[in-house]
C-alpha cells in the first residue's frame, strides 16, 4: 500500500538547479527506512543518486554527485528532498524516488532491495 509520489524536474541549463520532492504514504511499520533517488539515463543501468535514513542519520552520495547535490527530509510530512546544485548535462536522466525497511544503513547497493518505487521524472541539464 506504500505510494510514493515525485514532483520537481523538467528542463535547466547547465549550472543551474533543481529540487525533486518525495512523498510516501502509507509508510513502513519498520522504523528503519532508507529513501531516496536512483536515475537511469538512456543505454544505463539503473544507479543510487543519493539516499537517507527516515529513523537514522545515514546518508549515501553517488560521487559523481558529491558537494553538488543535498539531500535532506522532513519526516513531519513524510517528504524526502533532493537539492540539485551545479547541475551538469551528464545529470540527465530519469529520477525515481524509492524506498525500502529493514535496513540500518543507506548504501546504493541492493537496488532489487527496494520495495517501493516512484514513477519517475525526467530531469534534462541542456549545455
Known amino acids: 500500500q506504500v505510494r510514493l509520489v515525485e514532483s520537481g524536474g523538467g528542463s535547466v541549463q547547465a549550472g543551474g538547479s533543481m529540487r525533486l520532492s518525495c512523498t510516501i504514504s502509507n509508510g513502513y511499520t519498520d522504523n528503519r527506512v532508507c529513501m531516496g533517488w536512483f536515475r537511469q539515463a538512456p543505454e544505463k543501468e539503473r544507479e543510487a543518486v543519493a539516499l537517507i535514513s527516515i529513523g537514522g542519520d545515514s546518508i549515501y552520495y553517488d560521487d559523481s554527485v558529491k558537494g553538488r547535490f543535498t539531500i535532506s527530509k522532513d519526516v513531519a510530512k513524510n517528504t524526502v528532498y533532493l537539492q540539485m546544485d551545479s547541475l551538469k548535462p551528464e545529470d540527465t536522466a530519469m529520477y525515481y524516488c524509492?524506498?525500502?525497511?529493514?535496513?540500518?544503513?543507506?548504501?546504493?547497493?541492493?537496488?532489487?532491495?527496494?520495495?517501493?518505487w516512484g514513477q519517475g521524472t525526467q530531469v534534462t541539464v541542456s549545455s
Open positions: 524509492a524506498a525500502r525497511d529493514s535496513v540500518s544503513w543507506c548504501s546504493g547497493l541492493g537496488i532489487q532491495l527496494y520495495r517501493d
